[in-house]
């Protein structure tokens, strides 16, 4: 007995589609700078900046956290502006964090925030970060039926409809358009 190909293109559907709605649901993640215990340090070199290349090979979203690990009394990490980051302004922080390894930034917002050191002469040797985080995927509503066109499928097409919070699914026959 063989398997309709349309029943395997519905159940690898459904399968894609869980995942999808599951991803929606993901935990917040903690994030150590740097990726490793001692990246917030002075770079080899200013030029490098080995922390803003982790930082663009992550991922962050909405309520992930930053979590730096550095000695109390030696350093600290001052959130500044984009002009306070560029310049390496020690004064006037949008925040100061001096609690060494307990220090754990929430990313509660979308967009760039900037981070330098706060200890003297660090922020000019490359000591700084800049993390992009994601804004939320839009949940545009889906068109109601009276505004939605009337069509009818063709002969031997298959068409299953769902929408959710997180947006519309469509599937197509063995085609499967995904609408996120």
């Not at 935990?27 to 900046?49: C, R, T, Y």
């Not at 990490?77 to 980051?85: A, D, I």
Request: one cysteine or more; charged letters at 15%.
């Amino acid at each position: 007995m063989a398997i309709s190909p349309i029943y395997v293109g519905l159940s690898t559907s459904l399968v894609l589609v869980n995942l999808i709605i599951s991803s929606n649901f993901s935990e917040a993640k903690d994030f150590l700078v740097g990726g490793k215990s001692n990246g917030w340090e002075i770079p080899s070199s200013p030029q490098s900046q080995p922390l803003n290349h982790w930082a663009q090979s992550s991922r962050f979203q909405l309520g992930d956290s930053l979590v730096w690990e550095y000695e109390t009394g030696k350093d600290s990490v001052l959130q500044v502006t984009r002009e306070n980051y560029l310049n390496c302004v020690l004064t006037k922080p949008v925040a100061e964090y001096k609690d060494g390894e307990n220090t754990k930034v929430e990313l509660n917002k979308s967009g760039p925030y900037y981070f330098i050191s706060g200890a003297k002469g660090h922020c000019e040797k490359g000591q700084k970060l800049i993390v992009v985080v994601m804004a939320p995927r839009s949940t545009a509503p889906a068109p109601s039926p009276v505004d939605a066109p009337a069509v009818s499928p063709t002969s031997g097409a298959t068409t299953i409809s769902s929408s959710s919070r997180f947006g519309g699914v469509l599937l197509m026959g063995l085609g499967i358009a995904l609408v996120v």
